[in-house]
């Protein structure tokens, strides 16, 4: 019986662990046998590749080296500054008065939130209450209550609005609801 020395694995036999996939043996190389030529292959005659080749230029075929260029002095063209730009002055910078920065004059009035029914972007079903539309479960664009703005009994309560860390994974969870990693349900911790 063989047993794989990293996951204990026993097997009769194989060259791998079938649970782990380890070698379990180092397979044996087998001696170099002898080889004997075929008279009838040509044999070569550059022991290794390393002697050189005489090989005579083809004249009706180009060289593909390209030739050297004729050793020219370097001539500088005498209007071309190659070094750097001259100095520049401060600049005036001046405000264009034509130029619209694209908000209008602040009027003090604001639009005021979304209330009453509210209409699925999607299915366009009427729906009055509820953050996910009841007929396709996507989420609406309904505007949810703040800390400042939730009614005390009748309404949400305010610690419901509040974030608590799950007591398992530590991720911010509101209280009484369960955790969307790990489906624990977050107690809120009573004073």
């Not at 264009?96 to 299915?123: K, L, Q």
């Not at 509820?130 to 609406?140: Q, S, Y």
């Not at 530590?170 to 209280?175: G, I, L, Q, S, Y």
């Amino acid at each position: 019986m063989i047993i794989c020395p990293v996951c204990e694995h026993q097997q009769a036999q194989g060259d791998e662990c079938d649970n782990c996939g380890k070698k379990l043996q180092v397979p044996k190389v087998a001696a170099a046998a002898a080889v004997p030529t075929l008279p009838e292959l040509e044999q070569t005659h550059h022991v290794g590749g390393r002697v050189a080749v005489e090989a005579p230029f083809l004249p009706e075929l180009d060289h593909t080296r390209q030739q050297a260029g004729p050793d020219l002095p370097a001539q500088q063209v005498p209007e071309m500054e190659t070094t750097r730009m001259a100095p520049i002055d401060k600049v005036s910078v001046e405000a264009v008065p034509d130029m619209d920065t694209g908000r209008a004059a602040d009027d003090g009035v604001r639009t005021a939130a979304p209330s009453g029914a509210v209409i699925c972007r999607y299915c366009r079903n009427v729906q009055a209450e509820g953050m996910v539309c009841d007929r396709c479960g996507m989420r609406l664009s309904r505007v949810r209550p703040t800390a400042a703005a939730a009614p005390g009994k009748g309404g949400v309560a305010t610690e419901d609005l509040t974030w608590l860390p799950c007591q398992k994974c530590r991720t911010p969870t509101r209280p009484n609801k369960i955790c969307t990693v790990c489906g624990t349900r977050v107690v809120a911790a009573e004073a």
